[in-house]
């Protein structure tokens, strides 16, 4: 096993997994990334930053990498590792590590140049393409500790969570357990989404390790509970701006979402209006919501 370097930020989690906590407390634009150094020497998540992977690099051979998916605060140092092999999901594996074919994937047409400045000013994105794909028949196993892939679309359609079942550990990843909840591309998908947060609660870990909040290892069922709470306070926000019909667009105005626009204002814009869609739809489907023309309006009970 690898020595451990004392001037990293790292914090065990077993005694071969750790968690590297990525620049800004792993908020977007980075994440936080696991370490694991076993009989192989692994990196899951290469969003931490720039300077915190160029350490690790340093002080550590890593013989391979993996996403848990393409978002660009996941994946974005990979092309620092050149020579080293790297594994994303079989669903992402076409557009990974490729800068226009993301940006068309996760914005319109028209945003994808906004989109591919932010990542490259943001967060040090560089096209790196894979080497292997896995899905949830893949078993890794790197000596001691063994992952098994979980499928967790909804946020994406390429995400992964790891599952390791000896130490009933859950890397959840971008189901972070944190205040925002994000399903903001036109890929993605609310009732998926609620979906793989069910799936995930039923695994109960005793400990879940988030891409942006990192350990949770207490009132762990509440926490997916509040995680969940969150979609459901967004659609009553929805309904109470329905009283009087609005136009999609006159809705994100409002930002019942992300609340303010405070960097990147096109990007949120767009991702709020995706997210505000998934919740009409969910609405309509339930009856609460009726569309009007093109407006929506709060179904009389």
């Known amino acids: 096993m690898a020595t451990i370097n004392q001037k990293l930020k790292l914090k065990p989690i077993t005694c071969h997994i750790f968690l590297i906590y990525g620049r800004n407390n792993g908020k977007f634009p980075f994440s936080h990334s696991i370490l694991i150094l ?66 068309e994937r996760f914005v319109s047409k028209e945003l994808a140049s906004v989109w591919r400045k932010f990542v490259r000013k943001e967060m040090h994105f560089k096209n790196h393409k894979p080497n292997y794909s896995y899905d949830e028949r893949t ?9 098994e892939p979980i499928y967790t679309p909804g946020h994406t359609v390429d995400h992964y969570c790891f599952f390791d079942k000896k130490e009933r550990i859950l890397f959840s990843f971008d189901y972070d357990l944190t205040s925002f909840p994000w399903y903001g591309h036109e890929e ?14 039923a695994l109960r870990p005793k400990i879940v390790v988030s891409s942006h909040r990192e ?23 929805i309904l109470l701006l329905l009283d009087e019909g609005k136009s999609i667009d006159e ?6 979402i992300y609340g303010k626009y405070p960097y990147a204002k096109q990007l949120l814009i767009y991702w709020e209006k995706q997210m505000v869609k ?9 009856g609460k919501v009726k569309k009007k023309g093109g407006k929506y309006v709060r179904a009389k009970k």
């Open 278 to 286: 998934k919740h009409l739809e969910m609405l309509e489907m339930e």
């Open 188 to 201: 993605s998908s609310l009732i998926e989404f609620k979906k793989s947060v069910e799936k995930l609660m």
């Open 215 to 237: 350990l949770i290892d207490k009132n762990i069922r509440q926490e997916f509970r509040n995680f969940l709470k969150v979609i459901e306070d967004r659609n009553k926000r």
């Open 38 to 103: 076993d009989e192989d020497i692994v990196l899951i998540d290469t969003g931490c930053g720039i300077r915190i992977l160029r350490d690790i690099k340093k002080n550590y051979n890593i013989d391979y990498i993996i996403n848990s998916h393409t978002h660009p605060d996941h994946s974005a140092g990979n092309w620092l590792f050149r020579k080293t092999p790297v594994y994303v999901p079989k669903e992402g594996f076409e557009t990974s590590g490729n800068m226009v074919a993301l940006s």
């Open 139 to 147: 078993k890794f196993n790197f000596g001691e500790t063994k992952l």
């Open 251 to 256: 809705l994100v105005r409002y930002a019942p």
